[in-house]
């Protein structure tokens, strides 16, 4: 799946004609029971100011996909789990920043894809507040899942942040990535000629340059 898909699923782009709509798909295609099963786990997510509309996506996905009911309600609670989890490493990251919902979603994906708290904490940490990290944490995660060592892949994200690279070309780099791997060229190979191919620029890490460094918790 190309980045772009990625960030518009978990940001939450899905056709609603109103705020209520997707709650009232899940009433149409849940049974009574596991529509009231999930009550609780909807509730806590809304008092934790959790993306709602992600875990609601959640449900839905099983019921087209026919799970039985206790695996959807199981898989709802453990995606709940790794959101609370992703918002509330991004605000303890920065206390002063807004955490968007896209994030807290592209955060627990990338959890999820073998990123570290603590770099997802220092990405956060290094970049400006008001910059929206939705795709830089999902690249970062489509990064370290296509064999990249998660140090690497952290110093290439931050350098593109720090840069202000438009986030639309951000969004290429994993296509690029794949068309390396696919002639059999290294992780790091493929992506340093991802990077080129786009016409970015090298970041830290590459010989002769030095590291972003990563802030530690604390």
């Known amino acids: 799946m190309w980045l772009k898909a990625v960030v518009v699923a978990l940001v939450g782009c899905w056709p609603l004609s109103g705020l209520g709509a997707q709650e009232d798909m899940l009433r149409q295609r849940l049974d009574p029971q596991t529509y009231a099963a999930l009550q609780p786990v909807l509730e806590a997510a809304r008092r934790d100011s959790l993306p709602v509309r992600a875990l609601e996506a959640k449900a839905l996905e099983g019921a087209a996909k026919r799970v039985p009911p206790a695996r959807i309600v199981g898989a709802v609670s453990t995606l709940a789990d790794a ?15 807004a955490v968007r919902d896209g994030e807290v979603v592209a955060a627990a994906e990338a959890r999820r894809q073998g990123v570290p708290a603590d770099d997802l904490a220092a990405l956060r940490r290094s970049a400006p507040p008001a910059t929206p990290l939705e795709i830089p944490f999902a690249l970062l995660g489509e990064l370290v899942q296509r064999g990249i060592p998660v140090g690497q892949a952290f110093d290439v994200i931050a350098h593109l942040v720090a840069s202000g690279i438009q986030q639309e070309r951000m969004v290429e780099i994993p296509q690029r990535v794949d068309i390396g791997l696919g002639v ?18 090298l970041p830290p890490g590459t010989p002769g340059r030095p590291p972003v460094p990563r802030v530690p918790n604390g």
Request: glycine share 16%.
């Open 184 to 201: 059999g060229a290294l992780p790091v190979a493929a992506l340093g000629s991802a990077l080129q191919s786009l016409g970015i620029p």
């Open 83 to 97: 959101l609370r989890e992703a918002r509330g490493l991004l605000r303890a990251a920065a206390p002063g920043a």
